[in-house]
């Protein structure tokens, strides 16, 4: 397999962070698809994607073939699988009649399910990935850079990838050619769960006070109630038979605090526009599995429960 | 000591609940002042009281004498004291000086502490209450009674009270008169307690949703986290030498969510107009006491720290 072997990319569920991973290797000259919703579809298609790199002050349009329909995935040789983790399924069963045979799966999602679930619903080889990028999507066509990009990636425990070594070295190569590091991880579902760890940690938090991470961790009895919310993640993680380690977890928590101090959750985002939120696959899967494995989650479930009670405040659906 | 004894009787702190009461008494033809905010005291002097029974669907106009000086308790022989526990302190201490050496206190609020906190202020005796009732004030000079209204009262572990069941015989007889029944219990902090918990289930979570307590109750895992809410509220008071039954309390909870179902919280009334709530004594008291106790208390921490990280946005305090 060489770098030529990717001479198509699909990305499914072209959102804020599959856009922007589609249009850094567009722009790099490879062929790629956005697949997406109709209106970012048509907005693409017509304008190009406006690509604004906020980091760097600059704005590019970055013209990309966009579709919304998963037919355009077949004759994909590599899929960026970018839907919401509430979608990983359904979705990953529509796409399994368009793939073709040897086409392999990144998942750049959040939460640590996402692998397994779309491999029972696709014979294909899925390589867990963890996404460490700030993006948004002002509008459809748009989207918006506000930090990093770099990608963890690794081997699901039972894997279907053949010569995985050299797979990963090619992908790593890929994106390299698109100015994107890719790390390649031996244990990237510890890495999966550490980033699930910062997320119980800071998600629902935010989305419930509609706070930035900074004035967050200000309040002490808040920190408390993150280093409990950490302390559960890790006794379920290990449960789960992924050892972290609270100090190293503590530290990250800290760190999120300084250098991510104005960002609002992806959780404050979904509250603010009233959006069902991701609170399934990131508190409520500490619930789910603490409940499996026999570990108490209690302040899990409370942040959990009082996201999924707002969110049963919701008259639409977006 | 008979009836005629309280010949005055002053309500400090005359928001909704004070006012209530000290409304009640006035219109049975008892003498009493009520001590509050200047807006509410002018209203009152100016039109009268305006007392909406909603439950009867009948306003009365109540004339009643009304002052924002605690000197106006000086002839007082009996003392309803009704300020938000945040103040109770500062409110005894600046009240010392004015109160008659035969002055009877009651205190007339939520949280166990109140009637500790006012005795290491004067030297007088103090009367724990539990109030049950359902007030708003919608606008100064007025009161609007939703519900209930009764009152347990009894004497605190270390009390004051000379010929105590007789004084606390001749109190029911007084609120009797004015058609407030008031019931006396040998074990009122066991009752101060049971509230605290109902207050501790509901009111921060209806809060943070701004949520009814029927729709709240609705959510299989928010009644998950008010168990555990529960259970730590228990295991605190137990280690601070109160029982309370478990299948009482959740039985309690249960019946909250169904008799009293289109109410929101104090809290939640706080929070929707940016004031400072009394979570510091609801979950807040909780945590303080699991702390000085050695009980763990993470559920009450989560939801005490989400409410004080919201209250650390509000610009302005009402």
Redesign the interface.
């Known amino acids: 397999m060489s770098i030529s072997t990717f001479k198509h990319i699909a990305v499914v569920g072209a959102g804020a962070v599959g856009s922007f991973y589609g249009a850094m290797l567009a722009r790099a000259g490879h062929k790629v698809t956005l697949i997406g919703r109709p209106a970012h579809v048509q907005a693409t298609k017509r304008d190009g994607l406006k690509l604004d790199l906020a980091s760097a002050s600059a704005t590019e349009i970055v013209y990309i073939d966009a579709s919304s329909d998963l037919s355009s995935l077949q004759s994909a040789d590599l899929v960026l699988f970018c839907v919401k983790s509430t979608d990983s399924a359904s979705v990953a069963r529509q796409m399994a009649p368009h793939l073709a045979p040897h086409a392999l799966i990144m998942s750049l999602q959040n939460g640590v399910e996402n692998s397994a679930l779309i491999a029972q619903q696709v014979p294909h080889a899925v390589i867990p990935c963890v996404v460490y990028v700030a993006t948004e999507m002002p509008a459809p066509g748009c989207v918006k850079h506000h930090g990093r990009g770099d990608l963890v990636m690794g081997t699901m425990q039972t894997s279907r990838l053949q010569d995985s070594q050299q797979t990963l070295q090619e992908i790593v190569k890929l994106f390299g050619s698109a100015q994107v590091p890719v790390q390649i991880s031996k244990n990237v579902m510890a890495e999966l769960w550490s980033k699930l760890l910062i997320n119980c940690a800071f998600n629902a ?1 935010s989305g ?4 930035q991470y900074e ?2 961790a ?2 002490e ?2 920190r ?2 993150q280093t ?1 919310l950490v302390k559960e993640v890790i006794a379920v993680a290990l449960a789960d038979g992924i050892h972290l380690s609270e100090s190293v977890a503590l530290e990250a928590v800290a760190k999120i605090a300084l250098t991510m101090g104005s960002q609002k959750s992806s959780t404050a985002q979904d509250m603010a526009r009233s959006k069902p939120s991701e609170i399934d696959h990131l508190n409520g899967f500490i ?1 789910r599995r603490g409940q499996a494995l026999g570990v108490a989650t ?2 899990n ?6 996201v ?3 969110e ?2 919701y008259t639409h659906h977006g």
Not at 208 to 211: E, H, N, R, S
Not at 301 to 306: D, E, G, I, N, R
Request: glycine letters at 0%; a positive charge.
């Open positions: 938090i419930l006070a509609q706070i004035k967050l200000a309040l009895s808040v408390s109630t409990a619930v209690p302040v479930q409370a942040l959990f429960s009082l999924k009670l707002v049963s405040t």
